[in-house]
């Protein structure tokens, strides 16, 4: 339990109501989208870049694409969390 405080802290913040969880979900849900507005910068740079050098531009359309599926799994995962330390279901 210790191990998820760290890596979600945001989740296990002290909520005492219904307005605490949506601001908690909004904040993931914001954090996912800076994410893959960056990685979409990123990916259109790799697109320049595979213009030039083919291979190069590909293998970092890979790593962009494994880092915004590890972004997206964390965002759910984070408010799925918070939901349930919310319900009690997770003890703080």
Do not use: C, N, R
């Not at 005492?16 to 904040?27: N, Q, Y």
């Not at 507005?37 to 291979?55: D, E, H, Q, R, S």
């Amino acid at each position: 339990m210790e191990t998820l405080k760290k890596i979600f802290p945001l989740s296990f913040k002290p909520m005492k109501s219904g307005a605490d969880l949506a601001i908690g979900i909004i904040i993931y849900v914001v954090a996912g989208i800076i994410g893959a507005v960056l990685l979409a910068v990123a990916g259109w740079l790799a697109g320049i870049i595979g213009g030039i050098v083919a291979f190069l531009g590909t293998l970092i359309g890979i790593v962009l694409g494994a880092i915004g599926a590890i972004i997206d799994v964390y965002v759910i995962a984070g408010i799925v969390i918070q939901i349930l330390v919310f319900t009690k279901v997770i003890k703080e």
